[in-house]
């Protein structure tokens, strides 16, 4: 165990600059520092304000994770970074931060996809990941639906957003209701005391026609329009607006449209294993669903603790110490930070 | 003492690396490339390639320095970020410098100069030096128009840097050939005292001169007509 090579992850692709050390599954360290405040009063996520907060943050927080895992940089085997997809000036503060951390230590560096570090932390918590697994990725950026047959060498996208990003749809309806930036963590909180049933807002892309086409494929955008209706006829006829009514309507709309169509991706491709990632994993709602109704189905939801669903440096070490095991060649020294990185691209 | 210089405030993604001795700055291997577009992948291997052509490794270096800027920020924080990592690993003193200063310093040859990087949106970084290559005003950002103005009122009789070739025009100033872009064997000699001195390093912040481009959420529009 202790000679499993010692991997350093480093995360910088929207607003959150991670730096996480792995031994083989092992975690030791998981440094983060966040602008998240810094954009509140923008409600979203300012791509200069966070490339600026990346570039003051990656020596201290680099610091901190050293320091936790009671290592040095001379000790680690090679370094990992995300080279996408996420905001290109962001990610291209980690990737040249990656390469001037290589350079100076002599070690290879592994430019990885971040939707893959997405599901490749969760065997941080639960071990190695039985393959094929289908993957459900849910944050502020990203709504995917994946099938993972083999994380080192590619995985396959089966469906994906084709408008808002479900992290999207809970800020914007946090918006609505008066609740704070990020939205996932107070709509959680407000639903909690609210009647899940007491509104029935639309479930995107479910009609049979809907189906056809987007089989795995979600929409966000019409279920935010429906609740902003909503609540404004409230509005206007002078009625106040029942927030926590409003929030486990809205909440249990998009974990039921997330988990049915995770769901039946593993049933029809015969897989037994679901991983949940991303910001939204965090959802309580999401999490609790997910496993009622795999339990029907005998599948077997693994979902990692909060603090690893969202962007963090861990996920990254994760699935460097992945490839590292797998025997995947390093990538080149100039390696770029690509915004659009495809799913299909594991690492550069 | 061997020490690495990287500058990427312009579109010239520049690594050097310099012997530094009690009696002046010596390069010793120098790669540079002008791509606007790609100095994150540009840079690294520069920099893996001037310690090879030196046939020196990183735990050789003694010190780093950096162009700060201004310039466009996306270019220029790679060249930062390269430096402090770097700095970070091996245990040694990171130093900025003004990137304008290795414009105009060697390019004040007794009479002031204005020197003057692309600012992109039409406007220039730019300042001011005196015939000995002290920075008299700047660094600042404006339009060609204003930074002509400014530097013919200090005095400047000729105008140097890629943003003054760019506007040479509105400058009304006479355009010198070279230097074109930040030298790197200036960056270390405006570096140099520290270096011998084994100054304590600093923290490199790069001269943005702009705020960023950030709009405020505003009141939603309403969907209902
Ligand atoms: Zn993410």
């Given at each position: 165990?202790?000679?499993?090579?010692?991997?350093?992850?480093?995360?910088?692709?929207?607003?959150?600059?991670?730096?996480?050390?792995?031994?083989?599954?092992?975690?030791?360290?998981?440094?983060?520092?966040?602008?998240?405040?810094?954009?509140?009063?923008?409600?979203?996520?300012?791509?200069?304000?966070?490339?600026?907060?990346?570039?003051?943050?990656?020596?201290?927080?680099?610091?901190?994770?050293?320091?936790?895992?009671?290592?040095?940089?001379?000790?680690?085997?090679?370094?990992?970074?995300?080279?996408?997809?996420?905001?290109?000036?962001?990610?291209?503060?980690?990737?040249?931060?990656?390469?001037?951390?290589?350079?100076?230590?002599?070690?290879?560096?592994?430019?990885?996809?971040?939707?893959?570090?997405?599901?490749?932390?969760?065997?941080?918590?639960?071990?190695?990941?039985?393959?094929?697994?289908?993957?459900?990725?849910?944050?502020?950026?990203?709504?995917?639906?994946?099938?993972?047959?083999?994380?080192?060498?590619?995985?396959?996208?089966?469906?994906?957003?084709?408008?808002?990003?479900?992290?999207?749809?809970?800020?914007?309806?946090?918006?609505?209701?008066?609740?704070?930036?990020?939205?996932?963590?107070?709509?959680?909180?407000?639903?909690?005391?609210?009647?899940?049933?007491?509104?029935?807002?639309?479930?995107?892309?479910?009609?049979?026609?809907?189906?056809?086409?987007?089989?795995?494929?979600?929409?966000?955008?019409?279920?935010?329009?429906?609740?902003?209706?909503?609540?404004?006829?409230?509005?206007?006829?002078?009625?106040?607006?029942?927030?926590?009514?409003?929030?486990?309507?809205?909440?249990?709309?998009?974990?039921?449209?997330?988990?049915?169509?995770?769901?039946?991706?593993?049933?029809?491709?015969?897989?037994?294993?679901?991983?949940?990632?991303?910001?939204?994993?965090?959802?309580?709602?999401?999490?609790?669903?997910?496993?009622?109704?795999?339990?029907?189905?005998?599948?077997?939801?693994?979902?990692?603790?909060?603090?690893?669903?969202?962007?963090?440096?861990?996920?990254?070490?994760?699935?460097?110490?992945?490839?590292?095991a797998a025997g995947v060649a390093p990538s080149r020294l100039d390696l770029p930070a690509d915004s659009a990185l495809p799913l299909t691209t594991?690492?550069? | 003492?061997?020490?690495?210089?990287?500058?990427?405030?312009?579109?010239?993604?520049?690594?050097?690396?310099?012997?530094?001795?009690?009696?002046?700055?010596?390069?010793?291997?120098?790669?540079?490339?002008?791509?606007?577009?790609?100095?994150?992948?540009?840079?690294?291997?520069?920099?893996?390639?001037v310690l090879a052509d030196a046939d020196a490794r990183p735990r050789d270096l003694t010190a780093i320095v950096a162009g700060l800027g201004p310039?466009?920020?996306?270019?220029?924080?790679?060249?930062?970020?390269?430096?402090?990592?770097?700095?970070?690993?091996?245990?040694?003193?990171?130093?900025?410098?003004?990137?304008?200063?290795?414009?105009?310093?060697?390019?004040?040859?007794?009479?002031?100069?204005?020197?003057?990087?692309?600012?992109?949106?039409?406007?220039?970084?730019?300042?001011?030096?005196?015939?000995?290559?002290?920075?008299?005003?700047?660094?600042?950002?404006?339009?060609?128009?204003?930074?002509?103005?400014?530097?013919?009122?200090?005095?400047?009789?000729?105008?140097?840097?890629?943003?003054?070739?760019?506007?040479?025009?509105?400058?009304?100033?006479?355009?010198?050939?070279?230097?074109?872009?930040?030298?790197?064997?200036?960056?270390?000699?405006?570096?140099?005292?520290?270096?011998?001195?084994?100054?304590?390093?600093?923290?490199?912040?790069?001269?943005?001169?702009?705020?960023?481009?950030?709009?405020?959420?505003?009141?939603?529009?309403?969907?209902?007509?």
């Amino acid at each position: 165990m202790a000679d499993e090579p010692l991997i350093l992850g480093i995360e910088t692709s929207c607003d959150e600059t991670g730096v996480g050390i792995v031994r083989g599954h092992t975690l030791l360290a998981d440094a983060l520092a966040s602008s998240v405040e810094e954009h509140a009063r923008f409600g979203g996520v300012v791509p200069e304000v966070a490339s600026r907060a990346h570039l003051e943050a990656i020596v201290p927080t680099m610091q901190r994770a050293l320091t936790e895992a009671g290592v040095t940089l001379a000790d680690i085997d090679a370094i990992a970074v995300t080279s996408g997809p996420g905001l290109a000036g962001a990610l291209l503060v980690g990737v040249a931060a990656a390469k001037g951390y290589a350079l100076a230590a002599e070690k290879p560096v592994y430019g990885v996809n971040h939707l893959a570090a997405h599901v490749a932390v969760d065997t941080l918590e639960h071990g190695p990941l039985p393959e094929p697994a289908i993957a459900l990725l849910v944050s502020g950026g990203h709504s995917s639906l994946l099938l993972v047959d083999d994380l080192a060498r590619g995985v396959t996208p089966l469906g994906a957003t084709i408008d808002d990003a479900a992290g999207e749809a809970f800020d914007k309806v946090a918006r609505l209701l008066g609740l704070p930036f990020p939205g996932g963590p107070p709509i959680d909180r407000e639903a909690r005391a609210g009647d899940a049933a007491s509104i029935a807002f639309p479930r995107g892309l479910t009609a049979a026609k809907d189906l056809a086409a987007h089989r795995y494929d979600f929409s966000f955008s019409g279920l935010k329009t429906a609740v902003a209706r909503w609540v404004e006829a409230r509005q206007r006829a002078g009625e106040p607006v029942p927030v926590a009514d409003v929030a486990a309507s809205f909440q249990e709309a998009v974990c039921d449209v997330l988990t049915s169509k995770a769901l039946a991706a593993c049933r029809a491709q015969g897989i037994e294993t679901l991983v949940i990632g991303g910001g939204v994993a965090a959802n309580s709602r999401l999490r609790a669903l997910a496993e009622q109704r795999a339990e029907k189905y005998g599948i077997r939801v693994r979902v990692p603790r909060p603090k690893l669903c969202t962007d963090n440096g861990a996920m990254v070490a994760a699935l460097g110490s992945h490839l590292v095991a797998a025997g995947v060649a390093p990538s080149r020294l100039d390696l770029p930070a690509d915004s659009a990185l495809p799913l299909t691209t594991v690492s550069v | 003492m061997l020490v690495l210089v990287v500058d990427s405030s312009t579109p010239a993604v520049t690594a050097a690396l310099v012997e530094v001795s009690a009696d002046g700055v010596a390069s010793r291997a120098h790669r540079c490339t002008v791509d606007a577009r790609a100095h994150g992948e540009l840079l690294a291997p520069q920099v893996d390639a001037v310690l090879a052509d030196a046939d020196a490794r990183p735990r050789d270096l003694t010190a780093i320095v950096a162009g700060l800027g201004p310039g466009p920020f996306t270019g220029l924080r790679v060249g930062l970020v390269t430096a402090a990592t770097m700095g970070q690993v091996l245990g040694i003193p990171t130093y900025g410098v003004c990137s304008l200063d290795a414009i105009g310093y060697p390019a004040a040859a007794g009479e002031p100069v204005l020197a003057a990087s692309d600012a992109r949106r039409k406007e220039l970084y730019w300042a001011v030096y005196d015939g000995a290559g002290q920075r008299l005003v700047g660094p600042e950002v404006s339009t060609p128009a204003v930074a002509g103005a400014r530097a013919r009122e200090l005095g400047a009789l000729v105008a140097v840097g890629d943003g003054a070739h760019r506007y040479a025009e509105v400058l009304d100033l006479p355009v010198r050939v070279e230097p074109r872009y930040p030298d790197a064997t200036v960056l270390a000699m405006l570096a140099a005292e520290r270096i011998r001195a084994g100054a304590p390093g600093e923290r490199l912040t790069p001269l943005y001169l702009r705020r960023p481009d950030a709009v405020a959420a505003t009141g939603r529009k309403p969907v209902l007509p």
